[in-house]
């Protein structure tokens, strides 16, 4: 049986929703995880991650793959994971340490 688009994209999000919920119980310093399309929201930051990772992808050949990239705020870490068709938006509480130990972490649930 051949799945409709609609059947695939459905499977597409469970899938996605399963691997961020993996994510969140990694540690309880994780404060929210989303995936986000490469066209991302005009909203707030997930309108900057869109335009990161459309200059990721022209920028690829020069740099290499983009691994993550991590901003912090006064209240709170903002890691940004690209994964083929989606960017993950992992925000962690700004007290957390070994961060790269987490990192490494959520990579093994991508």
Known sequence: MVKTPEQKWNDSIR???KKCQ??????????????INEYGRTLNEFFIVSNLITLRNS?????GDLDYAFLKHKKVILIIIPNRNVT??????VNVKPISEIISKIKKIL
């Open 22 to 35: 993996q994510i969140l119980n990694i540690s309880k310093s994780i404060r929210y995880v989303g995936a």
């Open 88 to 93: 993950f938006y992992i925000t962690i509480d």
């Open 15 to 17: 899938d996605y929703r």
């Open 59 to 63: 920028q690829a050949t020069v740099l």
